[in-house]
């Protein structure tokens, strides 16, 4: 069974500060895919990122860095410099591609970043 | 950029009704997702459709959900008989498969009553 840990229930930071979001993920499977969503306090899911599990290069877009590091299971997300509109709800997501190319995620249960100017 | 839309945003109805929860994904993708979320969890895969039928489901998609995509463009998700369990936000999201990122539309969040 796939499993999504997100530790950090709640962030709080000052404007301009750094902030990494934890997540721990749990597959069999060899090839899977990781994801990022943000979603703010209007509810929608804003798709962030997706990564295979064949690619550990870690990736930056703009002030958002993401460090996938497949021996500890791990696929963190750093905000560098926040701002008051990064605040919103993260969730870290596993998909397996037991289904053939159908994603079923599983999400964590994501962590509340509060940004204070 | 093209976008998955939900409507309606917001839905009330009673326990016991019929509710109908629609969806226009991504005209060029071919996976078709719903998803839901209730209040202050986290997001649970619910079903997946590709080429007019359910290719995986999860166990919320009881006999009381159906899904359909009646035309080329609507996908839907159907809750015969609604319980106040179902109240939720519920996501549908589409994919053009292994190529291409999943993407969300915004939501209806259905109370029932």
């Known amino acids: 069974a796939q499993k999504v840990t997100q530790a950090q229930t709640e962030i709080s930071v000052v404007e301009k500060e750094d902030v990494t979001l934890d997540c721990v993920y749990e597959?069999?499977?060899?090839?899977?895919?990781l994801f990022w969503y943000k979603q703010p306090p209007s509810g929608e899911l804003v798709f962030l990122i997706r990564?295979?599990?064949?690619?550990?290069q870690n990736e930056i877009s703009g002030r958002y860095s993401w460090n996938f590091q497949k021996s500890t299971s791990s696929f963190n997300f750093t905000i560098t410099a926040s701002q008051v509109v990064d605040s919103a709800v993260y969730f870290c997501a596993l998909s397996d591609l037991s289904g053939g190319s159908n994603y079923k995620l599983t999400f964590g249960k994501g962590t509340l970043l509060t940004v204070n100017p | 950029e093209p976008e998955v839309t939900q409507t309606p945003s917001h839905q009330v109805t009673q326990m016991g009704q019929e509710v109908i929860l629609r969806c226009v994904p991504i005209?060029?993708?071919?996976?078709f997702y719903w998803y839901r979320q209730i209040l202050g969890q986290k997001v649970e895969f619910l079903v997946s459709?590709?080429?007019?039928?359910?290719?995986?489901k999860s166990e919320i998609f009881d006999d009381q959900f159906s899904v359909e995509r009646p035309d080329g463009s609507n996908f839907t998700l159907k809750i015969r008989s609604t319980k106040l369990e179902d109240s939720a936000m519920y996501f549908c999201?589409?994919?053009?498969?292994?190529?291409?990122?999943?993407?969300f539309g915004n939501g209806t969040r259905l109370t029932v009553t």
């Open positions: 999201a589409s994919s053009a498969g292994r190529k291409g990122a999943l993407h």
């Open positions: 597959t069999r499977d060899t090839t899977y895919y």
């Open positions: 990564r295979n599990s064949f690619d550990e």
């Open positions: 005209s060029n993708h071919l996976y």
């Open positions: 459709f590709y080429n007019n039928e359910i290719s995986e």
